[in-house]
């Protein structure tokens, strides 16, 4: 075989392992205004007052904004293609702040600690609001994150920002309840993942200047320059055409550079003061003022004969998409969609979702975009399901799962064409040593080990 | 980020310590690696790289360790190793990395008293005392339990005997700070168990080292175990609670004898 | 204050704050191969030698490097194209953020050992992080690379 099974070097290779100055912050020129933002301390607050007059007579600064000093329509971070399913909550800089982290100004200046400075001199008087911190409680929690009235989504998402309800809904395949009575033995559990990190290396990061044209350039470290350029223009309500966005090499992303994060504030600035400016985001600041996987807590009931015939799955997850509803209502779906496909087999899926609003860091995209959460808890599931039922859990998965050529329920009715899950199991099986080892051996008198198991898919192309 | 004003690398302690007392401000630089992380903006950082404070030197009856010497520098130390066996290696390579430890420096490890560190652990094990610029030579312990004065720390001299020594620590992952640490010690039949990061800073089970003789049966050693539990405090922090550092205490204490023993 | 220094064999002398970071110092002189991937000195992604010793450059004061010789990976670039093959051929390069880093402290551990085991490796590049990877490829291809198990040219 020529191809298969052959390394490829990348064409970029040694221009990354000789350290060519390719990623954003090494194109960025010299003299980029230093731009960093002023965070809010509270969960929950309106913004009552701010005075920047001692922090504008620092030397060395340029501009300090604030939300009077940004166009007034509300967007999304996401980068996601029309409709664009994540509701317009943000503005560049809002009244009201709705998390720990949340911009309240933007300084511009000529060098770092003009710019630092300046933060520590900026007074905010805050109306401290009472904050939702528990997705449990968020529902009609008295507590409005949202109450904006141009606040909108663009499709049906479910959505009552009302009642802190980013996105809902519920799946139906078959007649669950009908095929859970016919069942020998039902598993129901809760599982709670918590939010997470994609910390790639390089942090977030900006630059933008005005072109020969006049227009407004990003370059950016960033896995969606096209959404970039959309959103950026509508956050900064000028054309699209005013906007072009550089995507240099990155330095990981793991779907944290899915969102807009960096990008706006140097915009703004360059916006406001025609000269290029630049923000690095440090590695606190990636992990509290970024996006994280959306936590989630995921019921699944499953049940089965006693032969290990799995006749119905329900899951119920509650999503937390923080304080704005960045690819809120796409990552939910994939909890139920990538996770019950697999067991086609069974002849009934129930999937229902909520998402809601928090006063905590907003969630976004992470590599498995929901897939992940869902995994885990449907894949524990299966697993006590095959103890309950005295059954090797690698069986219990080939007697349930899929094959090419099925319509699969779970996901909408697709037909699956192609699909080596068996072979994989049974490769697996014999090279992990699964019949000698599971479910475990003691290999001192301290100390067993284990195997376990777990299958997953995703979606390419 | 920290800020400084001034830096100056200084010709003699006497200066040092003349600018140390002439603002509080002012401050002496170690490694930098944890200063960095603070948020506090200086007045002069003071640096002591010149006055040939980086070295380990052997003397009739110790062997002293300069404050500026780089924690690296002590694992690799052939001296060291032939007095203490691999015990600075095995307590520091859990320290962040190579180039982290290139750069720590022992002064500012000590100085600074940390109840994680693995280096006022393993050090605690042997018989150190702390030179101090207007303190003078104190024991590593009467130096950990007295006043924080501002002072200068300028070497570590650690008593040359035939001794045995082990390491033990659990981390959470590898390179981060230890949930406990243990150094064990065996000299002329006399044993010492030091144990740090409970989360409080390291103290030695006198009680239970007592217990011990030269080849202790299992029976001694775990009333030794008991001891050590008994005797110390045991804390909780994000790390860990105060019962499992007790249970991992009785673990890396016993492991730490055997090791010795064998 | 003023500071002379050598950078890659090149004679420098500058003007500096005093609490300027030899990271910062050495970027602003074009030397971009340094980058900063965290703020409490545990990435290693700084990695330069100073007097030939690999420290990170994100917690040491370009005052302190007065009268040292600094290398960055720009002063090693045949080297770092022979490290960086093995990298490539196991892709181990993959956002590549962290490959000037790694590859300036592989290069250390060469001066420091001859033929160093997996144990070794792993503890003289526990400060090198590296997000993409997980490790495993890194790991190939450095064995490769000391040619451990005889197979450096093949095996990609
Ligand atoms: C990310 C990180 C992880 C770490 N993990 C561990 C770990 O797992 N285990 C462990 O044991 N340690 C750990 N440490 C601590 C580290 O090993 C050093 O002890 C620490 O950085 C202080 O040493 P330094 O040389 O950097 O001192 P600095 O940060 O420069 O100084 C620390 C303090 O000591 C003072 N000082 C320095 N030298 C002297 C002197 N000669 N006389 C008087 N005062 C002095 C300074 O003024 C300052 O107040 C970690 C540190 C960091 C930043
Ligand atoms: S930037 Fe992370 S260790 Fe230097
Ligand atoms: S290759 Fe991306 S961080 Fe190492």
Same mark, same amino acid.
């Given at each position: 075989?020529?191809?298969?099974?052959?390394?490829?070097?990348?064409?970029?290779?040694?221009?990354?392992?000789?350290?060519?100055?390719?990623?954003?912050?090494?194109?960025?020129?010299?003299?980029?205004?230093?731009?960093?933002?002023?965070?809010?301390?509270?969960?929950?607050?309106? *913004?009552?007052?701010?005075?920047?007059?001692?922090?504008?007579?620092?030397?060395?600064?340029?501009?300090?904004?604030?939300?009077?000093?940004?166009?007034?329509?509300?967007?999304?971070?996401?980068?996601?293609?029309?409709?664009?399913?994540?509701?317009?909550?943000?503005?560049?800089?809002?009244?009201?702040? @709705?998390?720990?982290?949340?911009?309240?100004?933007?300084?511009?200046? *000529?060098?770092?600690?003009?710019?630092?400075?300046?933060?520590?001199?900026?007074?905010?008087?805050?109306?401290?609001?009472?904050?939702?911190?528990?997705?449990?409680?968020?529902?009609? $929690?008295?507590?409005?994150?949202?109450?904006?009235?141009?606040?909108?989504?663009?499709?049906?998402?479910?959505?009552?920002?009302?009642?802190?309800?980013?996105?809902?809904?519920?799946?139906?395949?078959?007649?669950?309840?009908?095929?859970?009575?016919?069942?020998?033995?039902?598993?129901?559990?809760?599982?709670? %993942?918590? &939010?997470?990190?994609?910390?790639?290396?390089?942090?977030?990061?900006?630059?933008?200047?005005?072109?020969?044209?006049?227009?407004?350039?990003?370059? %950016?470290?960033?896995?969606?320059?096209? $959404?970039?350029?959309? !959103?950026?223009?509508? &956050?900064?309500?000028?054309?699209?055409?005013?906007?072009?966005? !550089?995507?240099? @090499?990155?330095?990981?992303?793991?779907? &944290?550079?899915?969102?807009?994060?960096?990008?706006?504030?140097?915009?703004?600035?360059?916006?406001?003061?025609?000269?290029?400016?630049?923000?690095?985001?440090?590695?606190?600041?990636?992990? %509290?003022?970024?996006?994280?996987?959306?936590?989630?807590?995921?019921?699944?009931?499953?049940?089965?004969?006693?032969?290990? $015939?799995?006749?119905?799955? $329900?899951?119920?997850?509650?999503?937390?998409?923080?304080?704005?509803?960045?690819?809120?209502?796409?990552?939910?779906?994939?909890?139920?969609?990538?996770?019950?496909?697999?067991?086609?087999?069974?002849?009934?899926?129930?999937?229902?979702?909520?998402?809601?609003?928090?006063?905590?860091?907003?969630?976004?995209?992470?590599?498995?975009?929901?897939? %992940?959460?869902?995994?885990?808890?449907?894949?524990?599931?299966?697993?006590?399901?095959?103890?309950?039922?005295?059954?090797?859990?690698?069986?219990?998965?080939?007697?349930?799962?899929?094959?090419?050529?099925?319509?699969?329920?779970?996901?909408?009715?697709?037909?699956?064409?192609?699909?080596?899950?068996? &072979?994989?199991?049974?490769?697996?099986?014999?090279?992990?040593?699964?019949?000698?080892?599971?479910?475990?051996?003691?290999?001192?008198?301290?100390?067993?080990?284990?195997?376990?198991?777990?299958?997953?898919?995703?979606?390419?192309? | 980020?920290?800020?400084?004003?001034?830096?100056?690398?200084?010709?003699?302690?006497?200066?040092?310590?003349?600018?140390?007392?002439?603002?509080?401000?002012? /401050?002496?630089?170690?490694?930098?690696?944890?200063?960095?992380?603070?948020?506090?903006?200086?007045?002069?950082?003071?640096?002591?790289?010149?006055?040939?404070?980086?070295?380990?030197?052997?003397?009739?009856?110790?062997?002293?360790?300069?404050?500026?010497?780089?924690?690296?520098?002590?694992?690799?130390?052939?001296?060291?190793?032939?007095?203490?066996?691999?015990?600075?290696?095995?307590?520091?390579?859990?320290?962040?990395?190579?180039?982290?430890?290139?750069?720590?420096?022992?002064?500012?490890?000590?100085?600074?008293?940390?109840?994680?560190?693995? /280096?006022?652990? #393993?050090?605690?094990?042997?018989?150190?005392?702390?030179?101090?610029?207007? #303190?003078?030579? /104190?024991?590593?312990?009467?130096?950990?339990?007295?006043?924080?004065?501002?002072?200068?720390?300028?070497?570590?001299?650690?008593?040359?005997?035939?001794?045995?020594?082990?390491?033990?620590?659990?981390?959470?992952?590898?390179?981060?700070?230890?949930?406990?640490?243990?150094?064990?010690?065996?000299?002329?039949?006399?044993?010492?168990?030091?144990?740090?990061?409970?989360?409080?800073?390291? #103290?030695?089970?006198?009680?239970?080292?007592?217990?011990?003789?030269?080849?202790?049966?299992?029976?001694?050693?775990?009333?030794?175990?008991?001891?050590?539990?008994?005797?110390?405090?045991?804390?909780?922090?994000?790390?860990?609670?105060?019962?499992?550092?007790?249970?991992?205490?009785?673990?890396? /204490?016993?492991?730490?004898?055997?090791?010795?023993?064998? | 204050?003023?500071?002379?220094?050598?950078?890659?064999?090149?004679?420098?002398?500058?003007?500096?704050? +005093?609490?300027?970071?030899?990271?910062?110092?050495?970027?602003?002189?074009?030397?971009?191969?340094?980058?900063?991937? =965290?703020?409490?000195?545990? =990435?290693?992604?700084?990695?330069?030698?100073?007097?030939?010793? +690999?420290?990170?450059?994100?917690?040491?004061?370009?005052?302190?490097?007065?009268?040292?010789?600094?290398?960055?990976?720009?002063?090693?670039?045949?080297?770092?194209?022979?490290?960086?093959?093995?990298?490539?051929?196991?892709?181990?390069?993959? =956002?590549?953020? =962290?490959? +000037?880093?790694?590859?300036?402290?592989?290069?250390?551990?060469?001066?420091?050992?001859?033929? +160093?085991?997996?144990?070794?490796?792993?503890?003289?590049?526990?400060?090198?992080?590296?997000?993409?990877?997980?490790?495993?490829?890194?790991?190939?291809?450095?064995?490769?690379?000391?040619?451990?198990?005889?197979?450096?040219?093949?095996?990609?």
């Amino acid at each position: 075989m020529k191809i298969v099974n052959q390394g490829i070097e990348k064409i970029d290779a040694m221009a990354l392992v000789t350290g060519k100055p390719v990623y954003t912050d090494d194109l960025a020129p010299e003299n980029c205004l230093v731009v960093k933002v002023l965070r809010s301390p509270h969960a929950f607050a309106g *913004i009552r007052d701010i005075d920047m007059a001692e922090a504008l007579k620092i030397e060395g600064v340029e501009c300090i904004l604030t939300y009077r000093d940004v166009p007034g329509n509300r967007f999304t971070m996401a980068g996601q293609s029309y409709p664009e399913p994540s509701p317009y909550d943000r503005l560049i800089l809002d009244q009201m702040v @709705r998390y720990v982290g949340d911009p309240v100004a933007v300084v511009a200046g *000529i060098t770092e600690k003009a710019v630092e400075k300046a933060l520590k001199l900026i007074q905010v008087s805050y109306d401290i609001l009472d904050p939702v911190l528990d997705p449990d409680k968020a529902l009609d $929690h008295k507590s409005i994150i949202h109450p904006e009235a141009d606040y909108h989504a663009r499709e049906d998402i479910g959505n009552d920002a009302k009642r802190n309800l980013c996105a809902s809904g519920e799946f139906l395949s078959g007649d669950a309840e009908t095929e859970f009575s016919r069942c020998d033995v039902v598993v129901d559990r809760i599982y709670h %993942t918590k &939010a997470n990190n994609q910390a790639m290396m390089e942090t977030h990061r900006t630059f933008s200047y005005l072109d020969l044209a006049g227009r407004l350039v990003l370059c %950016t470290s960033t896995q969606v320059p096209f $959404h970039v350029r959309r !959103i950026a223009a509508t &956050a900064l309500n000028i054309p699209q055409s005013s906007v072009r966005v !550089i995507k240099p @090499r990155i330095g990981g992303g793991f779907g &944290a550079k899915q969102t807009l994060v960096s990008e706006l504030f140097p915009a703004l600035v360059t916006l406001k003061t025609g000269k290029p400016a630049k923000m690095v985001f440090d590695r606190a600041e990636s992990f %509290t003022a970024s996006t994280s996987r959306h936590e989630m807590k995921i019921r699944v009931r499953i049940g089965a004969d006693r032969d290990g $015939h799995i006749l119905a799955i $329900h899951m119920d997850t509650l999503s937390n998409t923080g304080a704005y509803g960045e690819h809120g209502p796409t990552t939910v779906g994939l909890s139920g969609h990538k996770t019950m496909s697999l067991y086609n087999m069974a002849r009934a899926f129930k999937f229902t979702y909520t998402v809601v609003y928090t006063n905590t860091l907003s969630a976004g995209a992470y590599r498995g975009y929901g897939a %992940t959460q869902g995994t885990f808890a449907l894949e524990s599931a299966v697993n006590e399901l095959a103890d309950r039922l005295s059954m090797d859990p690698l069986d219990l998965r080939l007697k349930n799962i899929l094959k090419p050529g099925d319509s699969v329920a779970a996901y909408y009715g697709e037909t699956i064409h192609s699909c080596a899950l068996p &072979a994989c199991i049974k490769k697996g099986r014999e090279m992990i040593g699964w019949n000698q080892k599971f479910p475990f051996v003691n290999i001192s008198n301290t100390k067993v080990r284990a195997v376990g198991a777990a299958i997953a898919m995703q979606g390419s192309g | 980020m920290f800020g400084l004003k001034e830096y100056r690398a200084v010709q003699s302690l006497d200066e040092a310590h003349e600018l140390l007392m002439q603002s509080r401000d002012n /401050v002496i630089l170690g490694g930098l690696l944890w200063m960095k992380m603070g948020r506090k903006q200086y007045h002069t950082g003071i640096d002591l790289s010149g006055l040939g404070l980086n070295m380990i030197s052997e003397t009739e009856d110790s062997i002293d360790i300069g404050c500026m010497t780089p924690l690296r520098q002590m694992e690799t130390s052939p001296l060291l190793h032939q007095w203490f066996g691999p015990l600075f290696s095995d307590a520091f390579k859990g320290i962040v990395g190579v180039q982290f430890r290139n750069l720590a420096t022992l002064g500012g490890s000590v100085y600074s008293r940390f109840g994680f560190s693995d /280096v006022i652990t #393993a050090l605690t094990a042997l018989d150190t005392q702390i030179h101090l610029y207007q #303190a003078g030579t /104190v024991s590593l312990s009467e130096f950990l339990n007295m006043d924080q004065k501002r002072d200068i720390l300028i070497k570590a001299v650690i008593r040359k005997q035939a001794v045995k020594t082990n390491f033990q620590t659990r981390r959470k992952s590898a390179t981060d700070f230890p949930v406990l640490s243990v150094a064990v010690s065996l000299c002329n039949g006399q044993w010492k168990i030091a144990v740090g990061a409970r989360p409080s800073r390291a #103290a030695l089970a006198k009680k239970a080292a007592d217990l011990l003789s030269s080849e202790p049966d299992e029976e001694k050693i775990t009333a030794t175990l008991d001891s050590v539990v008994n005797e110390l405090s045991f804390g909780t922090d994000q790390r860990a609670g105060s019962d499992y550092r007790k249970v991992l205490a009785k673990v890396l /204490v016993k492991r730490g004898i055997n090791a010795i023993c064998r | 204050m003023q500071i002379t220094c050598r950078i890659n064999k090149r004679e420098f002398i500058r003007d500096i704050e +005093p609490d300027l970071l030899l990271i910062d110092f050495v970027r602003s002189l074009g030397f971009k191969s340094v980058k900063r991937g =965290c703020d409490t000195s545990n =990435c290693g992604l700084c990695t330069v030698w100073v007097d030939e010793k +690999p420290v990170l450059s994100c917690s040491v004061l370009a005052a302190r490097v007065n009268h040292k010789a600094v290398t960055t990976l720009e002063g090693l670039e045949e080297e770092a194209k022979e490290v960086g093959w093995f990298l490539a051929t196991q892709g181990a390069e993959q =956002c590549g953020f =962290c490959s +000037p880093g790694l590859i300036m402290n592989i290069l250390a551990m060469k001066a420091e050992f001859k033929n +160093p085991t997996t144990e070794d490796i792993k503890q003289y590049l526990a400060g090198n992080l590296c997000r993409c990877s997980g490790y495993e490829s890194q790991l190939r291809a450095i064995k490769n690379y000391f040619d451990l198990q005889g197979v450096a040219h093949e095996n990609c």
